[in-house]
T-cell receptor, first 110, second 117 residues
Framework: EDQVTQSPEALRLQEGESSSLNCSYT??????LFWYRQDPGKGPEFLFT???AGEEKEKERLKATLTKKESFLHITAPKPEDSATYLC???????????FGTGTRLTVIP | ETGVTQTPRHLVMGMTNKKSLKCEQH?????MYWYKQSAKKPLELMFV???????ENNSVPSRFSPECPNSSHLFLHLHTLQPEDSALYLC????????????????FGPGTRLTVL
């Protein structure tokens, strides 16, 4: 059964303290892995799509990487405005729907 | 308007009421989705429409009834809901229809916060 597990559930960082969020997945052939950011009371905002192991994508202070079993979202020198819940989702080969994890709630303290 | 819009943003209804949620996408996409988001749970896919045809109904109770009159609009009709149906209801769209090709990123609206009393 396709499954997505995100860790940690919550993370508090000081401003400027770099860290990584983890997304472990079990899927019968990966079609794509997606990262989203969600602010309280809002819908998820698309960040990245990764398709194959070894692929990396960057956007400002965020960098997403992918292996055959997991993806990392690295946050370099975070700022308070990076505080949000980060969601990971996978799409299996031959399937159309996305399986989402429960997210990591990130708080960056000034 | 840009992106995906949803109305109303907040809705409080009794168990005997009938209400509808509206979603509109301004992206020219071919597929639209309804999701339910409850606290501490992953997003749950409810319905998918591709080119105005329903292609997925994820075992959703019949008190939720979707409607897609055209490729830009999606409705979720609600009737005789239960308190456990209280949640954030999210609409999304993607460029590709189903089966999807390489442009399968989903873009979400702001959601409707539903409270069932």
């Amino acid at each position: 059964e396709d499954q997505v597990t995100q860790s940690p559930e919550a993370l508090r960082l000081q401003e400027g303290e770099s860290s990584s969020l983890n997304c472990s997945y079990t899927v019968s052939g990966l079609r794509g892995l997606f990262w989203y950011r969600q602010d309280p009371g809002k819908g998820p905002e698309f960040l990245f799509t990764l398709y194959s192991a070894g692929e990396e994508k960057e956007k400002e202070r965020l960098k997403a990487t992918l292996t055959k079993k997991e993806s990392f979202l690295h946050i370099t020198a975070p700022k308070p405005e990076d505080s949000a819940t980060y969601l990971c989702a996978v799409q299996a080969s031959g399937a159309n729907n996305l399986f989402f994890g429960t997210g990591t709630r990130l708080t960056v303290i000034p | 308007e840009t992106g995906v819009t949803q109305t109303p943003r907040h809705l409080v209804m009794g168990m005997t009421n009938k209400k509808s949620l509206k979603c509109e996408q301004h992206l020219g996409h071919n597929a639209m989705y309804w999701y339910k988001q409850s606290a501490k749970k992953p997003l749950e896919l409810m319905f998918v429409y591709s080119l105005e045809e329903r292609v997925e109904n994820n075992s959703v109770p019949s008190r939720f009834s979707p409607e897609c009159p055209n490729s830009s609009h999606l409705f979720l009709h609600l009737h005789t809901l239960q308190p456990e149906d209280s949640a954030l209801y999210l609409c999304a769209s993607s460029q590709d229809g189903w089966p999807s090709g390489s442009h399968n990123e989903q873009f979400f609206g702001p959601g409707t916060r539903l409270t069932v009393l």
